[in-house]
């Protein structure tokens, strides 16, 4: 059982990723996604999350930028991030099932 995000990469500030969580669960669909982020010497934070009902809620920092949804059938977890600024910089990870994805970086630099 794992998870596996991807989709990061360096981009330049007004650009957009999508990253992606692919889930190696049983019952994908009954459970909530989070998508977290991490910057060295702080607290994981989270940013996004899907509920299995649907339901989404967002850091403050994000509303209106950032988009979390998912696909049940594939069992794969989505963040798609628009309007990326510099302080977006940081390591995301996804979060199903109690178990953590290996993260994948995302920095915003001119």
């Known amino acids: 059982v794992q998870l596996q995000a991807s989709g990061g990469g360096l981009v330049h500030p007004g650009g957009s990723l999508r990253l992606s969580c692919a889930a190696s669960v049983s019952m994908f669909s009954v459970w909530a996604i989070d998508w977290y982020r991490q910057v060295p010497g702080k607290q994981r934070e989270l940013v996004a999350k899907?509920?299995?009902?649907?339901?989404?809620t967002y850091a403050d920092s994000v509303k209106g930028r950032f988009t979390i949804f998912r696909d049940n059938a594939r069992k794969m977890g989505y963040l798609q991030m628009n309007n990326l600024v510099p302080e977006d910089t940081a390591m995301y990870f996804c979060?199903?099932?109690?178990?953590w994805g290996q993260g994948t970086q995302v920095t915003v630099s001119s």
């Open positions: 899907i509920t299995r009902g649907g339901t989404t």
């Open positions: 979060y199903i099932a109690s178990l």
